[in-house]
């Protein structure tokens, strides 16, 4: 029987020669499926559950309570200094991956440090490199440019008023920040002007060979420089770990955090570098491939995923790793040969930052927004 579904399909009513009142049609050819609802073509698919992170939020009080995974035991502060109050952030995040090392340059020297400056105050400072080494405490190099560093052609020879100790220093908005060798004391150096114009004694910062820092360095303490400012991070009695924020252009105390570890001590860690507020530690730096130890959020007192985060030795005498925030790159120093790590992150919400800029306006800037100077440094 011709049904209104096979006029609608065959022009409306039956050819010529057919019988209307026939009982067996035949049809030749695929017909068309049936009309069907949309939800039926193209099914609601259930979303794919979220991973879980972290609650993130700042505790109050003197004492912190055990939230920070198995590494850590406690976090208190540093007895002696006074705090004049950490404030927001300018950027949450959380490491996701660090690329293989890049070679850039070699050097005889097993012991010391490279550096760029993560906030420089010029162009002509945007440019330069600078350079130390344990043989020469009196001394760091300055390179104008990559070219100049790569060929190993010092653009000027800076002599210090007081030895540096170790191999963790940072070179930030114009000044050189360093330990004093054989004293408690942290300084900063202004390149322009020459000369030490802040000082801060650490309470209990080591100043001889019974307490590093790390497992294979002969450093104290170790500068940092994040999204954030301005670090350091120094070896405290016992199995604890001392940070403390500091402001960089007169070195005052913003917050300080006393860190007690559970069974081995950080001094058998690799090294550590702050990124976006939270402590890495590095395992192994004699390893060719090593893990991630730690991973403690300063901000919120709360341990981020570090399982699957890994580092590279490739010539397992690194003695020295820093983070640049400006470049997005991890800098080592392994047998004397200077590496870059490219390194990826997510962004974090964790409503600690700043309104201005944005997370995602600081992930895609460029990486610095300087203007021109007037002096030839």
């Known amino acids: 029987m011709t049904t209104s579904r096979d006029h609608d399909l065959f022009g409306g009513s039956p050819g010529a020669g057919l019988n209307e009142g026939a009982q067996n049609d035949v049809y030749y050819g695929r017909l068309p499926p049936n009309i069907t609802d949309q939800d039926n073509l193209c099914p609601m698919q259930e979303a794919a559950p979220c991973r879980e992170c972290p609650t993130l939020v700042y505790p109050g009080g003197r004492g912190f309570p055990v939230a920070y995974g198995s590494q850590v035991r406690n976090v208190t502060r540093i007895e002696g200094l006074k705090a004049k109050g950490l404030g927001n ?13 890049v070679f850039n340059r070699d050097s005889r020297e097993r012991y010391g440090s490279w550096m760029r400056d993560a906030s420089p105050p010029s162009l002509l400072d945007a440019d330069k490199y600078w350079y130390t080494h344990e043989r020469q405490p009196r001394l760091l190099f300055e390179y104008s440019d990559k070219d100049k560093f790569d060929r190993k052609i010092i653009t000027r020879n800076i002599t ?8 963790s220093h940072v070179v930030y908005n114009g000044s050189f920040y360093y330990h004093v060798r054989g004293r408690p004391e942290i300084v900063r150096f202004s390149l322009r002007q020459g000369q030490i114009t802040h000082r801060l004694e650490l309470p209990l910062l080591a100043a001889n060979r ?15 420089v994040d999204e954030n400012g301005l670090w350091v991070i120094y070896a405290l009695p016992g199995n604890n770990v001392g940070v403390v924020k500091l402001q960089s252009d007169n070195l005052d105390v913003l917050h300080t955090w006393n860190i007690s570890f559970q069974g081995d001590s950080h001094a058998k860690d690799g090294d550590m570098i702050m990124v976006c507020g939270v402590l890495y530690g590095i395992k192994s730096l004699t390893e060719s491939n090593t893990k991630f130890s730690l991973a403690l959020d300063l901000y919120t007192i709360q341990s981020l995923p570090y399982g699957d985060l890994t580092f590279t030795n490739p010539f397992r005498q690194t003695t020295m790793v820093g983070y640049n925030p400006r470049h997005k790159e991890i800098y080592s120093w392994d047998k004397g040969n200077q590496l870059t790590y490219p390194v990826k992150y997510n962004a974090l919400d964790d409503g600690s930052s700043t ?18 100077s007037d002096e030839n440094v």
């Open 210 to 224: 019974s307490v590093f820092l790390y497992n294979s360095s002969y450093t104290y303490a170790d500068f940092a």
């Open 89 to 101: 952030r300018t950027m949450a995040c959380e490491l996701s991956a660090v690329g293989k090392p």
């Open 160 to 167: 210090l008023p007081e030895r540096h100790q170790g191999n």
């Open 355 to 372: 309104d201005e800029p944005s997370l995602e306006a600081l992930m895609n800037a460029p990486d610095y927004v300087i203007t021109e």
